[in-house]
């Protein structure tokens, strides 16, 4: 079967009839003691059946959620079925093998982080991973108890500080890790590289675009600081993508991280028991740059803390950043790393950069920022902060402005950046009190996956595209 066209009833059949079968044949070996596999093989055999509902994706692979129908088996499974390329890329194969690599950075992440107790006490079970008809290759693994973004914290503009600390405990386990093969997953890293050309692309239009005047600040600032500036930050991007310091996640934005839900999102200040978090969507993970994960991290809640600042709630945005004070405080403390701290921190700083450029200029995840809908305006000048932060925070690290030398002395600048650009947004006059809005996320249950950004050869139009079509959902549910 082809995945072509992408038919989504075809191959949740194919998806229900591998793991079928997997299920039933793996319960007649002496060696399956895996009790979910068991539980599954039991109901088939006496008539039952399973099915699927899907949670994401479509251009690169489908995620789904696996149940039976025998209301007595309470198993829950998460299923992914990955392509060999990406749909909207069709010319850039995607190599099957990341699936496998995916299943094998699961099994790593849960044993470290089982052996820090301060880390994550929710890291899934991989159960299989196997070859299915089509050129598709199937994982298959536990259900996450956490079945909420950790994407909605922010977007609420309350966020839980124990999360922040787990997630910060878990990483430090994993990249301390120290007997590793360096050539985990080593066939992605050309996929990798493929989103080093879209900065290019960003930056050689800046250089490029003449100034009448009526430039915007992202553009002016990339303009003053000068092709050679811009060239040696790309060629340092492409540098720092092949380090191979540790096992690292890869994409480890707040979109890939599933946490406790609210109890109510009518009091949205209130969280989960334990205040836990689990990583998922593990394709990209590598051996690779100790900074990046922490780096990739920070955009989103950077976005989103700018513009509460704009809608007048800055106890928001200063939330935010006492949960990226936590997260940097919690890891640097914890960390095995022969690398110096203040070199991991420039280093992630420009990662951080990097995605924040992309924000900019192709807005992607922008529709789901706490802004009224149709605030266009508001939308805009965040993307120019974003533009303008990511072009400082490269400078910082892959562009060696010596100006910032010491940790101490970046994280002030990073504090001090990002409260200019607070002010900038923050209106004159003192806002009327908004109504505590819900992500629609949420409300809507649906779950953001984007790896085919980091998937992708095409251009910046291609990219552009790509988000506009995206761009589906309302973005807000309110409480009222």
């Not at 060239?231 to 096992?247: A, G, H, N, P």
């Amino acid at each position: 079967m082809s995945s072509d066209n992408h038919d989504k009833e075809a191959l949740k059949q194919l998806v229900i009839d591998a793991i079928s079968k997997q299920c039933i044949s793996a319960a007649e070996s002496a060696d399956e003691d895996t009790p979910d596999i068991l539980k599954l093989a039991s109901a088939l055999n006496n008539g039952h059946t399973l099915q699927l509902s899907i949670l994401s994706g479509g251009l690169a692979n489908y995620s789904y959620k696996v149940t039976c129908t025998d209301e007595t088996t309470d198993v829950v499974l998460f299923a992914k079925l990955t392509f060999t390329y990406a749909l909207v890329f069709p010319d850039k194969p995607c190599p099957l093998d990341r699936t496998r690599y995916e299943f094998e950075s699961l099994n790593i992440y849960k044993d470290v982080v089982s052996k820090s107790p301060k880390a994550s006490n929710e890291a899934v079970t991989p159960y299989f991973c196997i070859d299915v008809e089509g050129d598709h290759k199937l994982l298959v693994a536990q259900f996450s108890k956490l079945d909420e973004q950790a994407a909605n914290q922010f977007i609420d503009g309350v966020t839980d500080l124990r999360v922040s600390s787990t997630l910060a405990n878990s990483l430090a386990a994993l990249h301390s890790m120290k007997d590793f093969d360096v050539n985990h997953n080593i066939d992605i890293k050309p996929f990798i590289q493929d989103l080093v050309g879209i900065l290019e692309e960003i930056f050689d239009g800046m250089i490029k675009e003449e100034d009448n005047g009526d430039i915007d600040r992202p553009t002016k600032l990339g303009k003053s600081m000068g092709k050679e500036m811009l060239d040696k930050i790309v060629s340092t991007y492409r540098e720092k993508l092949d380090d191979r310091d540790c096992i690292v996640h890869g994409d480890c934005h707040v979109f890939n991280m599933l946490v406790e839900a609210k109890p109510s999102i009518e009091k949205l200040e209130a969280f989960g028991e334990k205040g836990d978090i689990v990583l998922i969507d593990w394709e990209f993970s590598r051996c690779g740059p100790i900074a990046i994960d922490i780096g990739f991290i920070h955009p989103f809640p950077i976005t989103c803390l700018l513009t509460h600042a704009m809608n007048g709630e800055l106890s928001s945005s200063e939330n935010i950043l006492k949960f990226l004070d936590t997260l940097w405080d919690e890891y640097s403390s914890t960390v095995q790393t022969d690398r110096e701290l203040s070199d991991i921190y420039r280093t992630m700083l420009s990662f951080t950069g990097v995605i924040l450029i992309a924000y900019y200029k192709l807005g992607f995840h922008l529709n789901f920022l706490p802004l009224d809908e149709g605030n266009v305006e508001g939308l805009d000048r965040i993307k120019l902060s974003l533009g303008v932060l990511g072009l400082k925070f490269l400078s910082w690290g892959f562009g060696f402005n010596e100006e910032v030398v010491d940790l101490s002395d970046m994280r002030k600048r990073f504090k001090d950046t990002v409260a200019e650009e607070m002010q900038l947004l923050s209106p004159v006059k003192k806002m009327r009190g908004r109504n505590r809005r819900s992500s629609m996320l949420r409300a809507s249950g649906r779950r953001v996956s984007d790896a085919h950004l980091m998937l992708n050869g095409g251009s910046v139009r291609d990219m552009t595209t790509l988000m506009e079509a995206e761009a589906t959902l309302p973005v807000f549910a309110t409480d009222e």
